[in-house]
């Protein structure tokens, strides 16, 4: 019987503890506002160094996050975070690895490096 709910208690942690995926379509929509600077599949940005395409959704959530909750400061990025939920973010950021290889590489840009080598 121990064994039994300690089995239990496992199984819920694990569950837990795994990050829910985003869905990806539903960020295609969420991230109609994030476009006009960070690209989609057919446009780089108006400032192509801060393409996400390709960008690992993880590590996007998290930094969106830090912009969410003042951690890290960017007055326009800021802005435009606030208001979205932990779902849009995990939605978006999951758009945004969808879309593979950015439409206009940059090389030699910091942050590259999480950028999928088979998207390349």
Do not use: W
């Given at each position: 019987?121990?064994?039994?709910k300690?089995?239990?208690?496992?199984?819920?942690m694990v569950?837990?503890?795994?990050?829910?995926?985003?869905?990806?379509?539903?960020?295609?929509?969420?991230?109609?506002?994030?476009?006009?600077?960070?690209?989609?599949?057919?446009?780089?940005?108006?400032f192509?160094i801060?393409?996400?395409?390709?960008?690992?959704?993880?590590?996007?959530?998290?930094?969106?996050?830090?912009?969410?909750?003042?951690?890290?400061?960017?007055p326009?990025?800021?802005?435009?975070?606030?208001?979205?939920?932990?779902?849009d973010?995990?939605?978006v950021?999951a758009?945004?690895?969808?879309?593979g290889?950015p439409?206009?590489?940059?090389?030699?840009?910091?942050g590259?490096?999480?950028?999928?080598?088979?998207?390349?």
């Open positions: 019987m121990k064994s039994v300690l089995l239990a208690v496992v199984s819920t569950l837990a503890s795994q990050v829910q995926a985003g869905d990806a379509q539903s960020g295609a929509t969420k991230a109609a506002a994030c476009v006009a600077c960070h690209g989609n599949a057919s446009f780089p940005g108006i192509p801060v393409q996400l395409a390709g960008r690992d959704a993880d590590k996007l959530a998290t930094k969106t996050n830090k912009y969410r909750t003042g951690k890290l400061i960017s326009m990025m800021n802005l435009a975070v606030m208001t979205m939920t932990d779902k973010v995990e939605d950021s758009y945004y690895q969808s879309l290889k439409y206009m590489p940059m090389p030699g840009i910091r590259d490096e999480d950028i999928q080598a088979s998207a390349q």
